[in-house]
């Protein structure tokens, strides 16, 4: 397997810049992510790395290769698109099997192939089934398999949950994962969603305007964004973003009526605009705290692993705050809020993260 490695990578439609600028490495054997926004370049950059689009400046390699201007069929790829490529009126094991012929694979290899795979994406039931027969959710597999079974070196996928009814997309990201975990293939996946994003990527790369903004793994890009694009992008809620008339800044020394402590941020304290805290993050009290800040609830709902989701209004400021089931339950209308210095991420007035 290779990795890829993008080079200045620019793309101009007419006057407009889709893809600005981007060096990037996608390491071998691995799953990374583009995700961002609808418009912000993820489908233009994974196209030209498929040669289905030419960069109209900078290089991309495969490993040591470049590959610029080779064409998407000597680049030995797999692709699975929105909508299930795959033939009609036949069965799933000829859907799987058709395109392998052209190898010459014994008979036993053949069938091998076609039921590894089947066993992994959970179609061994089906093989006999005609696609006519089967959910959309289940035909996106057979799509899924018929490009993994001719075991190319790099998968692309773009959005392959996006259009599946809801009741199969579960199925169909379980078993992208349980995928992704035994395959040997550089994988390249995007998406908008960030749950899926989270739940798939062994790298996430955030896209904004044609940039990639930021890259790191979801843990690491969650707990530490690198601008409040970020740190509103991921996560379900994102990030709660304070003003600036909740600190104080002294010299190197950060204070608010929410710290549990004074914080000190040395030379960059000054450049602090405002700053951010994942929902997690906020300690809530139902009993007044010494230095808390006092908050109105105006709603909570139970969500996953039986935490409570809080809906606080600081004045007129709303914030999120995700506390345990024994707080939650036992909530009054108004709480007292603080916050950990460890939980905190200050941002200047540009938006970016003061590290
Ligand atoms: P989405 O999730 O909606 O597909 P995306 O992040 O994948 O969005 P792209 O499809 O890469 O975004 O498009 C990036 C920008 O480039 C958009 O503003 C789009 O309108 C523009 N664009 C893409 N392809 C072309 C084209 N062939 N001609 C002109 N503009 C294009």
Same mark, same amino acid.
């Given at each position: 397997m290779y990795d890829i490695r993008l080079e200045n990578v620019t793309k101009k439609f007419g006057d407009f810049?889709?893809?600005?600028?981007v060096n990037f490495t996608i390491p071998k054997s691995s799953v990374t992510v583009l995700l961002g926004?609808?418009?912000?370049?993820k489908t233009t950059l994974m196209r030209m790395i498929s040669g289905l689009e030419s960069p109209t400046e900078g290089k991309i390699f495969f490993g040591d290769h470049?590959?610029?201007?080779?064409?998407t069929r000597r680049r030995n790829i797999g692709m699975v698109f929105q909508y299930p490529v795959i033939y009609r009126n036949t069965s799933v094991r000829k859907n799987l099997e058709l395109p392998l012929l052209? @190898?010459?694979?014994?008979k036993a290899e053949l069938d091998k192939r076609v039921e590894e795979v089947a066993e992994i994406l959970g179609l061994t039931d089906v093989l006999?089934?005609?696609? @006519? @027969?089967?959910?959309n959710g289940t035909r996106q597999k057979i799509a899924v398999g018929r490009e993994v079974a001719r075991q190319p070196r790099i998968i692309l996928f773009d959005e392959?949950?996006?259009?599946?009814d809801l009741t199969s997309k579960l199925e169909l990201k379980r078993s992208l994962k349980e995928l992704f975990g035994r395959l040997q293939q550089t994988i390249i996946y995007v998406t908008h969603d960030q749950t899926e994003a989270m739940t798939l990527a062994d790298q996430i790369a955030l896209m904004q305007d044609g940039e990639i903004t930021q890259s790191d793994s979801p843990k690491e890009i969650y707990e530490n964004p690198n601008s409040q694009f970020a740190g509103w992008f991921l996560g379900n809620p994102g990030m709660n973003f304070l003003p600036p008339n909740f600190i104080k800044i002294s010299g190197s020394k950060i204070t608010s009526p929410m710290f549990s402590q004074t914080i000190d941020l040395g030379a960059?304290?000054?450049?602090?605009?405002t700053f951010g805290v994942r929902a997690e993050g906020i300690n809530v009290s139902n009993s007044e705290i010494k230095g808390g800040v006092k908050a109105r609830v105006t709603r909570k709902s139970i969500g996953a692993g039986g935490q409570y989701l809080l809906d606080l209004a600081l004045d007129n400021l709303l914030i999120k705050a995700r506390v345990s089931h024994s707080i939650g339950r036992a909530v009054s209308d108004s709480v007292w809020t603080t916050i950990e210095s460890e939980n905190i991420t200050f941002f200047d007035k540009s938006g970016k993260a003061i590290n």
């Open positions: 810049t889709a893809v600005k600028n926004p609808s418009g912000c370049g470049e590959v610029t201007n080779v064409p052209s @190898e010459k694979l014994s006999k089934k005609f696609v @006519e @027969e089967l959910d392959p949950i996006t259009n599946i960059k304290a000054s450049s602090a605009d």
